[in-house]
Structures are given as C-alpha cells and as structure tokens.
C-alpha cells in the first residue's frame, strides 16, 4: 500500500511539472480584502494571503469548509466521528489559535467567537472567494489570531437581474449508499435578484443530510445486545439558510446579512437492554441521545466617506449558538421515542462591532487606518453562566517609503473585563526587487485569551476529575516571518509563482490540562487546566504556482519543528524539538471543446509527534503518517445552464490511523487508532443556472 501512495505522488507531481501548469486559477492581480487598508492586488499586500476561489470549491464539490482546508498546506482538518465536529489545526497549534470569520466578523460557536469553529458547520452556497493569512495578526484582528485567520467573502452583487440556482448532490460514505438511508443527501436552492442599479437581495437554503458511518455497526434498528447496535460515526442533519440585502450608491455601500443553522446529531446507544410490562409485554430498549445545535447570525456592514475623504468601514454583529441534549429512551419493536428530556448544555451569545477610518492624509505616501473593536459574550455551560467582555483600540500606519518599498506598523491595545489588559504590535516589510522579486517579512507580538471551556469546565467520572481554571492569565506569543516570491510571464505562455517562506513563533504561558494530584485515597487523578507549557515552532515551506493555457498545477511542501516544555505540578517534560513534513499537489486540466475540467488533489500529512503525559513523566506520542486523494470531472450544459460533477474523496481509502502513546498513566493506553476518514467515497453533484 505504501508503495503504490508514494507512486501516486510521483505520478502527480511529475506529470504536473511535465505540464508545467498550475493549481487554482490565480491571476498575478487577484484582489484581496483581509487585513487591508482597502482592497488591492495580492501583490501590493504586505501580507502573505492565500485564495481560495470558487472555482477551487467547484472542484472539489466540497460539501463544507473541512472538504476544502483539507487540501492545503500547512493545515490539518481535525474531523470526529464521536461528536461530528471538523476543527482546524495549523501549525500544530489547534483551532483556539486560528481564527475564522465571515466578511470580517468573526464566528461564533457554542464556546467562544471565532475559535475552535466546527469547519461542517460553514455553508459554501454563496462564497465569493476564502483567504487565508498565516502568522499573527493581533494588530489588526484581536485576540487569539495567533497563527493566523482565515476571511469568507460572499457575494453581495451580481451582473444579472436573476440569479436562480438548484443543486443536488448524492454522495457514498465509504461503500455504505442508499437513496435515503445510507451516505450523504445534499440540496440546495438560491435565488438573488439584482433589484436596481443599487439594490441587490438573495436567499439561500442547503440541507445536508449526513446518514453517518456504519463500519460495521448494524444502526439504529439492531435488536440484540452484542454491541453492533449504532454508527461508528454519527448521523448528522444540517440546514443552513441565509439571506442578504445589499443597497450601494456612488462610495456608499451598506448590507445586512442574517444566517440561521439548525442541526442535529444522533447517538444510538451500542446497549439494548430488555423489559417487561403490561401494556408492552416483553420489549427491548436503548437509552439513546441526540445533539441539537441551532446557531442565529447578524452582521450590518457599511462602508463610505466621510467628509468626501475619510474612508471608514463598520460592522455591527449579533450571534449567538446554543447546543441541547436531548435523552430519551427508544423502544425497537415499536421504533417509537418516550421520556425524552431536554437540557441546554451550552450557549455563546455575542454582540459584536468592529470599525475603521482611514485615508486621513492626501499624500499617497503614508496612510493612517485607526480602529476599535467592541466584544460583549454571555456564555453558558453546565452549571456556570459568565460574561466576558473586551474593549479594544488600535491604529496601523502604511508608509510608502519608495515605489518598492512598503513598511506596515501597528499597535493595538485590548481592555479586558475578565482579564489584565492585554496589548499587541506588529511590523511588516515588503519591498519590490527588480524582475519581480517580491520580499515580505514581519514581526508580530499577539494573545491568546482562554476560552469559556478553560476557565469554567467541570467534568467528573469513575477515575478522572476534570476542572477549569478561573485564574488563567492569557498566553502571550511573538512570531516573525519571511518570505520571497518570484512571478514571470515567459514568451511561450507560461506564467510561474514560486515563493519561498520561513517562520518562527514562541508562546509563552500555553495553557493545557494537567495533572495537577492523584488522590492518596480513592487513587483518582484530578485535572486542570492550568498555564503550564513554553511553545516553540518553525517553519520553511516553498509554494509553486504554474500555469499555461488550460492547465494548471500547483506544489508545495512544508517542514515544521515543534518544542513544547510543559510543567505540571507533579513532573515536567523536556524542551525537544519534534518534526513533520507535508505536501500538496494540485493538478487541473479545462477542455473547452467539452466545457469540461478535469481536477485532481493530494495531501501528504507527514508522521507527527507530541508529549503526552504519563505517570510519573512526559511520554512522546506518535500519530502516523497519512495520504489523502481526491479527484472530480465537472462538465457544463446548454451554455453553462446545466453544471454536472463526478469524483471521489480519500481514493488511496484512509480510514483510522495509529497513535502511540505513553501506558504509565490511566489516561494514556499503549496505542490507539485515530478516526481520520470514513473511506474512499464517491459524489455526483447536479446544478442548474437560470441567470436572466
């Protein structure tokens, strides 16, 4: 099996160079929005901003925002079959530093706002284009955008006066397919209507319909009592609706977007036990669960001058998503439900406002952004109700030194009610060489704030006692960052992006859960989370872009070292660095004679390794090695009416891999298997364009 992995990327990566072609089809001038003073090339950015379009998302029929980061560099999407999340991991740092926002307002989710979002939750009907910045950005985007943030534009225009969209997909989930019972049932419609020359309005509704993994399970309905009964991954029901209304006249733009989730997930208990009554005679019986998480999103954005030269842009965002378990007890013979109870388990409701003003001076030359960001959060989790709140300023200065040289410097500063105030700077270079060389390098200092689960987690079993921590400072990181890139246009069409990039990041105060005692007596281990641990990481990777007529190829591959002391109460593990490596190919071919793209996407997640905590000492764990392939046909109708895609998801059929761990502690067994995929699966997606 591992040979026939490794033919595969040889294959794609050669056969792509052979080409000499590239990935995504990203032009040298894309235009981009996230962390800019206002919109502009890609390539009179200070930052370093990644793509995604919508073609990109059209290829791979990707379902939701795990399909698409699943493929990219740097990024590891962290899926469970337990309780159906996907959560992002960059860096080897989990999603609580990486934060996710749509058109600048960041997500909420039942535990914070912006953080550790669950990627299945994040419709892709109406994006216009997602990018991505790696490295801090504290100045610009507040706490916990520590390695990065990632910025969902949607469509707010269209150049037609209707726009009507219908889409079905029907998708295996490993071999396991029927029309209702088994694998993924996927429909969407959408219908926008370009009103006048300024007003524009849309409306969206997706349904996913996720029948869950089997694996061998026997499902809901299985009768004995031989551990069979349930999924191994869990059936999950998604509908997401939105809705906008955008009116724009001259520089005044002004839009409100309103986007409502509901989903829910289902647990079948592997135990059936057996009863007797009068009324139902001899009858069988599990004690099942079901997950219910609803989420409500507002955001009101304008953006125009005032006094016919200060530019400003405003964000005014209410949310809020609340998660419910429902018990009840379900009877087989009769597949009816009794005794349900419902308990809110969790809920994040959150006002939020962000704003900037900029274009203060007539000279070109140097430009002043000045901002403020405003966080109001109620949470909830069993049985603590807190608010937490944060008050922030901050200001950012372009100066224009030359034609090629561009200097960035900002500073914010954070008033915290939960916490002592918190404060982030940042510097950042770019400067133009001559035959396209383009430098870029930054310094950023950032923080994390701890999450509501850090700080009020309360969990209790047979053996373990688990606790948050109230008096958990925020942690405290510096990053710095370089990278070159070259980009040429040859006679022969053939236009080539190569960049090269290094980055080093330090966190000081890392929170995790510990062992902080074993108790003498009952012999139980009592947890906490606690500021423990000193994180370090760095990381060279090299990106290639190549493109000529019709094809397309994208290559890139990273290194990234990792140490990490942790200190608990008790022991104390060492400050060793730890490796990894990954690469991603990306290969696409358009026919226009057929009007037909042909795409293929692979991912090489390298061998990882991480402390765990043993005994009596820090034990290193090791998470295996993994391939990941996918491949799609798409083919347009009737003058693009009529769009029809064929593929397959993970065809090398990755399902479960090995993690070694320490087998001191109770925590920690010999090794386990991860459950990282479902298995090779296979998707055809129909859409029909009525655009009149």
Do not use: C
Request: no cysteine; aromatic share 14%.
């Amino acid at each position: 099996m591992k040979i026939k992995k490794h033919i595969v990327l040889i294959f794609i990566t050669a056969f792509g160079y052979a080409q000499n072609d590239t990935i995504t089809e990203n032009k040298l001038q894309e235009v981009v929005v996230t962390g800019q003073f206002e919109p502009q090339s890609i390539k009179k950015s200070v930052f370093n901003v990644r793509v995604i379009t919508a073609k990109d998302i059209q290829n791979l029929a990707a379902n939701n925002l795990s399909d698409v980061l699943n493929q990219y560099l740097n990024i590891t999407v962290r899926p469970s079959g337990v309780d159906g999340r996907s959560t992002v991991s960059l860096f080897g740092l989990d999603a609580r530093y990486f934060k996710i926002m749509v058109d600048n307002v960041p997500l909420v989710n039942e535990a914070g706002l912006g953080n550790n979002t669950d990627l299945s939750q994040i419709n892709l009907n109406d994006i216009e284009q997602i990018e991505i910045v790696e490295g801090s950005m504290g100045v610009t985007h507040g706490a916990n955008a520590v390695t990065g943030i990632l910025n969902i534009i949607t469509k707010k225009s269209s150049k037609d006066k209707w726009n009507i969209s219908a889409t079905a997909q029907e998708e295996t989930v490993g071999e396991e397919f029927e029309f209702f019972d088994k694998g993924r049932h996927i429909q969407a419609i959408k219908v926008s209507n370009s009103i006048s020359e300024n007003w524009f309005a849309s409306i969206s509704a997706n349904r996913n319909d996720f029948q869950g993994f089997l694996d061998g399970k026997q499902g809901k309905n299985h009768i004995e009592n031989d551990g069979l009964r349930g999924n191994r991954w869990l059936p999950k029901e998604q509908l997401n609706t939105t809705a906008l209304v955008a009116f724009a006249k001259n520089q005044f733009r002004i839009f409100y977007k309103f986007e409502y989730l509901d989903e829910n997930i289902d647990f079948y208990n592997s135990t059936v036990q057996s009863g007797f009554n009068s009324e139902l005679g001899s009858y069988r019986y599990a004690d099942d669960k079901r997950y219910l998480n609803n989420r409500y999103f507002h955001n009101l954005n304008s953006t125009g001058k005032i006094f016919n030269k200060l530019s400003y842009n405003v964000s005014v965002s209410h949310q809020k998503q609340e998660r419910s378990t429902e018990d009840f007890r379900y009877y087989l013979f009769t597949r009816n439900e009794a005794n349900n109870v419902k308990i809110k388990d969790q809920s994040m409701e959150t006002f939020y406002s962000t704003g900037t003003i900029s274009n203060f001076f007539s000279d070109k030359k140097v430009a002043l952004q000045l901002g403020y960001e405003l966080v109001h959060s109620r949470g909830f989790s069993l049985p603590v109700r807190e608010t937490l709140e944060n008050y922030d300023f901050f200001a950012s200065s372009e100066i224009n030194a030359s034609e090629k040289l561009s200097i960035r410097p900002g500073i914010r500063f954070s008033a915290q009610s939960k916490f002592k105030n918190q404060h982030a700077s940042s510097l950042g270079l770019r400067y133009l060489f001559l035959n396209d060389f383009e430098l870029r390098g930054s310094y950023g200092n950032s923080f994390r704030t701890p999450t509501f689960e850090e700080l009020y987690y309360y969990f209790v079993n047979d053996s373990h006692f688990y606790i948050g921590n109230e008096n958990l400072i925020p942690e405290t990181s510096t990053s710095y960052e370089i990278s070159l890139k070259k980009s040429v246009s040859l006679t022969s069409g053939l236009k080539v992006s190569t960049s090269f990039a290094g980055s080093f990041l330090d966190i000081d105060d890392k929170i995790d859960m510990a062992l902080i005692r074993i108790n003498p007596s009952t012999l139980i281990r009592e947890f906490q989370y606690i500021n423990i641990s000193k994180y370090k990481m760095w990381n060279f990777s090299t990106m290639n872009q190549f493109k000529k007529g019709n094809w397309n190829l994208n290559f890139g591959a990273a290194l990234v070292g990792i140490s990490q002391k942790i200190e608990n109460q008790i022991f104390a593990s060492n400050e060793k660095f730890l490796y990894s490596f990954n690469i991603n190919s990306n290969i696409s071919y358009f026919v226009p004679k057929w009007q037909t793209t042909f795409s293929a996407y692979y991912k090489y997640n390298g061998k990882t390794q991480q402390f765990v905590e043993g005994n009596s000492e820090y034990i290193i764990s090791t998470i295996d090695a993994s391939n990941w392939l996918d491949a799609s046909i798409r083919k347009s109708f009737f003058k693009n009416q009529l769009e029809a895609t064929i593929g397959a998801r993970n065809i090398l059929d990755i399902t479960n891999i090995n993690q070694t761990r320490a087998n001191d502690g109770a925590a920690h067994g010999t090794s386990s298997n991860i459950m990282l995929a479902y298995g090779r699966s296979y998707f055809f997606k129909l859409t029909y364009n009525l655009n009149f």
